[in-house]
């Protein structure tokens, strides 16, 4: 099993800056795809970043041009750099890593983000 420990949330100014961090710990060896998600009140969970194990990334609509996802393997971490900050960013944001082979994942427990205006 694998467990995910996020960091890096807190409060930000719409237009600021903030970068969030995940550590997985445990059967790490065969992580593959890691990911960031997030869940605003009363909606749906979503994703916002993707990157694989070599390094190829996939943004949702809202994050392309203001998110950055990073990873460094040897230290089994994940990032999301965050830009130009809109109050709709806020959300507790989620790490996810896929295994290889198994398509197992697992979450973290989440890291709030809040964005004034």
């Known amino acids: 099993q694998v467990r995910l420990v996020e960091s890096g949330g807190g409060l930000a100014q719409a237009g600021g800056s903030l970068r969030l961090s995940c550590t997985a710990s445990g059967n790490v060896f065969m992580i593959n795809t890691m990911a960031w998600y997030r869940q605003a009140p009363g909606k749906q969970r979503e994703l916002v970043a993707t990157?694989?194990?070599?390094?190829?990334?996939n943004y949702a609509d809202s994050a392309k041009g203001r998110f950055t996802i990073s990873r460094d393997n040897a230290k089994n971490s994940v990032y999301l750099q965050m830009s130009s900050l809109k109050p709709e960013d806020t959300a507790v944001y989620y790490c996810?890593?896929?295994?290889?082979?198994?398509?197992?994942?697992?979450w973290g427990k989440g890291t709030l983000v809040t964005v004034s205006s």
């Open positions: 990157i694989t194990r070599s390094s190829s990334t």
């Open positions: 996810n890593v896929v295994i290889e082979y198994s398509g197992l994942n697992f």
